[in-house]
């Protein structure tokens, strides 16, 4: 009798999630094309999407992986980029919380911007659900999405190795993460901690190691903290 | 890229394992514990505090041109930015900056 909403729950995750395909799919496609173009095998490629799954992440380990920057240094700009996702696991916790520790660890491996931002709108909004029912639904949004982003990314890389590497894709890069980061300017907190990234990555960019990058991020984190609670009026939610 | 093909699976491996840790983090190992209101609020900047200075030096100083400025990925930068701030929608901007720079490569190239 219990599998009827769960059915119902997964099937409307599903299809909340389906327009995600229309991101993962042109998003996965120019990782693969880029990737391969920078010099990755398509294997290699495919350890990204498979293993990080986390598209901003990949085209900055890529971006630096170019410039020849450190290891240690392409790891931490990489995670620095999905430390969000610790904002998201902690918000998803109190709703996934109860279920099976597989089961969580399994939703952490899915836990990407999409998921999570469907997810928790209708987590919030029918906090009737059941445990069963919140688990499927979170899945199913998930299930359009990661085999997309496999399956292009596997495109793009076989595209991108046929593809000769004098055809000018150097500003792929660019334009994708200038693209990301329009979206997110929707508050005077958001354009603050953008304008002083680039001021910082600009004024530090001569220092070793790309190491300026990481100091700028450092910075601009703390730029959008303090104008959010400044706009606040310094009140405690 | 100069990198042989161990240092770029350490470098798959390394993200891959920190990535994870970081979304399993409160679902998995620290249970039901709230996350401090002052460390959700740096959270919350972490993407547009690493991505805009990431991409500023590629934008001013883009390799192709030997890292001379070049008013074609200058221009197609800013049409990228202006269509995201517009119409909040990832793809259109991507679509916006590659016209761009494909129509601008055409006019000034």
Same mark, same amino acid.
């Given at each position: ?80 980029? @999905? ?55 979170? *899945? ?13 990314? *596997? ?10 590497? $004098? ?42 190691? @790309? ?16 104008? $959010? ?9 | ?9 350490? +470098? ?10 970081? =979304? ?6 620290? %249970? ?8 959700? =609020? ?23 041109? %030997? ?5 074609? =990925? +200058?221009?197609?930068? !800013?049409?990228?930015?202006?269509? !995201? ?12 900056? !590659? ?11």
């Amino acid at each position: 009798m219990a599998t009827a909403p769960i059915t119902s729950a997964f099937r409307h995750g599903f299809i909340a999630g389906l327009p995600f395909i229309l991101v993962a799919m042109p998003f996965g496609l120019l990782f693969g094309v880029v990737g391969t173009e920078a010099g990755l095998s398509i294997a290699e490629v495919m350890g990204f999407s498979v293993a990080v799954i986390a598209g901003a992440a990949q085209f900055a380990a890529l971006q630096l992986m170019q410039d020849n920057a450190p290891t240690l240094i392409i790891v931490a700009t990489a995670l620095a980029v @999905n430390l969000r996702m610790a904002m998201y696991s902690a918000s998803l916790a109190p709703h996934l919380g109860p279920a099976p520790l597989w089961k969580r660890a399994l939703a952490a491996y899915v836990l990407v911007d999409q998921v999570y931002a469907v997810s928790i709108a209708r987590f919030e909004n029918a906090p009737a659900m059941s445990i069963g029912e919140k688990l499927a639904y979170y *899945f199913g949004s998930a299930l359009p999405l990661v085999p997309t982003w496999y399956g292009a990314s *596997f495109a793009g890389a076989w595209a991108g190795a046929a593809i000769p590497p $004098e055809y000018g894709l150097d500003f792929a890069i660019p334009i994708t993460f200038l693209a990301l980061v329009g979206p997110m300017l929707r508050s005077l907190a958001h354009v603050a901690a953008a304008l002083t990234s680039v001021v910082m990555a600009l004024a530090l960019a001569g220092l070793p190691y @790309n190491s300026g990058l990481l100091i700028a991020a450092v910075a601009a984190m703390v730029m959008g903290a303090e104008v $959010e609670r400044r706009m606040n009026g310094g009140k405690q939610p | 890229m100069n990198m042989s093909p161990a240092h770029i699976w350490l +470098l798959i491996a390394l993200i891959a394992i920190g990535t994870y840790l970081i =979304r399993f983090s409160f679902l998995g190992l620290i %249970g039901n514990r709230p996350i401090p209101e002052w460390l959700l =609020r740096h959270l919350r900047y972490t993407p547009v505090a690493v991505l805009p200075g990431l991409v500023a030096p590629l934008v001013l100083w883009p390799e192709a041109t %030997g890292g001379t400025p070049d008013p074609a =990925r +200058l221009l197609a930068a !800013g049409a990228t930015v202006l269509a !995201g701030v517009l119409t909040r929608n990832v793809l259109i901007s991507i679509f916006a900056g !590659g016209g761009t720079l494909f129509a601008a490569l055409q006019l000034f190239g």
